[in-house]
């Protein structure tokens, strides 16, 4: 019986460790907002500049830089992301 309680009491030991890990892992989540290309948290006239040129000159962009770019998901980062990220910066 003794050892019936021991293991319950070291599971749930496990448990709450296993919990806690979880839950300080999702508190250090960042999200980017779509066309936040240089991952600063905000949409500014920087990140259009950086889409330009990788439009235009082909600058390497990391793929997480390519998904925040590509403003419209069609998997291709061009002018139309590049208007639909005007647009916001403009209108926000």
Do not use: C, W
């Amino acid at each position: 019986m003794k050892k019936i309680k021991s293991l319950v009491i070291l599971n749930i030991i496990i448990m709450t460790i296993t919990i806690t890990i979880i839950i300080t892992s999702l508190t250090n989540i960042t999200i980017q907002p779509t066309g936040d290309v240089d991952q600063d948290g905000q949409v500014t006239m920087i990140d259009i500049i950086m889409t330009k040129r990788y439009i235009l000159s082909g600058n390497d962009f990391s793929k997480q830089q390519q998904k925040l770019a590509d403003m419209n998901h069609d998997l291709a980062v061009d002018d139309k992301d590049l208007q639909i990220m005007k647009a916001y910066v403009l209108y926000e």
